[in-house]
């Protein structure tokens, strides 16, 4: 039998990335910075902003939008469902064995941050993978401009 081991990375279509950010989430942000001009806090802050429970991951930090940053995913304490990564494309690989032991249920890897090879070793431990893009231009794309995550608990 062939080998059937994706070779080419697809996004999800874009119900499964509404559904992704449309639904409350618990959501580790590595690289988050304290720095407010950077666009990790931005996004954090966003994603705060749309009711999602954001975890900030940043060994140089203590805390970040008003939450306790932790030093790596395997010191986060409680569920995560997603993992967004700003951080080089070489940290990738790393991140998502971390991202797997821990559970995670999304790997999320903004503009700009692109590996291949761990996006495919992540959905193929059963993440759900989006890369390269950015929720601050998916929120509008997919839900409007002022668009917040669905009222209720989760």
């Known amino acids: 039998m ?5 070779t080419e990375f697809r996004n999800p279509v874009d119900d499964v990335i509404r559904g992704i950010l ?3 989430r618990t959501i580790a942000v590595v690289g988050c910075s304290p720095d407010p001009t950077r ?3 931005r996004i954090a802050r966003l994603l705060q902003e749309r009711g999602h429970r954001v975890i900030p991951v940043n060994p140089a ?3 970040v939008l008003g939450e306790r940053c932790r030093s790596s995913l395997g010191a986060i304490e409680e569920a995560v469902e997603v ?4 951080r080089r494309p070489a940290a990738v690989p790393a991140i998502v064995e971390e991202a797997i032991a821990i559970g995670a249920l999304v790997l999320w890897l ?3 941050v692109v590996h291949v090879e761990a996006a495919l070793r992540a959905q193929a431990a059963g993440l759900t993978v989006v890369m390269d893009r950015c929720p601050a231009i998916e929120y509008p794309r997919l839900f409007g401009k002022d668009a917040t995550v669905g009222g209720g608990e989760s």
């Open 22 to 24: 449309g639904t409350r």
């Open 39 to 41: 666009d990790s806090h």
């Open 83 to 86: 993992v967004d990564v700003f």
């Open 110 to 112: 903004q503009l700009g």
């Open 2 to 6: 062939p080998d059937e081991t994706p």
């Open 61 to 63: 930090a203590d805390v």
